[in-house]
Nanobody
Framework: QVQLVESGGGLVQAGGSLRLSCAVS????????MGWYRQVPGKQRELVAT???????DYADSVKGRFTISRDNAKNTVDLQMNSLKPEDTAVYYC?????????WGQGTQVTVSS
């Protein structure tokens, strides 16, 4: 059973930084890509950033230039460095592991940015 465990969320003032980490049970090479998504109440979950097995990255327009996704293949972790945070970044952030057959999700971690 695949398990994804997020950590690093919390409360930060606008302009501040947070680093989220996702620990994956087993090897992250088992997945075509890893990613971070976020969701606020009443809205659909949205993509924040993804990174493929070849380390190609993609970002939502709203976070380009502020967020950086990275992976540590030896530690089986995927991190999201979030800088210049804005109140509109407030959400529950979820780690995702994607294969051609399935998607796996973590339990989510809350990020709150105060103005």
């Amino acid at each position: 059973q695949v398990q994804l465990v997020e950590s690093g969320g919390g409360l930060v003032q606008a302009g501040g930084s947070l680093r989220l980490s996702c620990a994956v049970s087993g090897s992250i090479f088992a997945f075509n890509s890893m990613g971070w998504y976020r969701q606020v109440p009443g809205k659909q979950r949205e993509l924040v950033a993804t990174i493929t097995v070849r380390a190609s990255t993609d970002y939502a327009d709203s976070v380009k230039g502020r967020f950086t996704i990275s992976r540590d293949n030896a530690k089986n972790t995927v991190d999201l460095q979030m800088n210049s945070l804005k109140p509109e970044d407030t959400a529950v952030y979820y780690c995702n592991a994607h294969t051609s057959l399935d998607d796996y999700w973590g339990q989510g971690t809350q990020v709150t940015v105060s103005s």
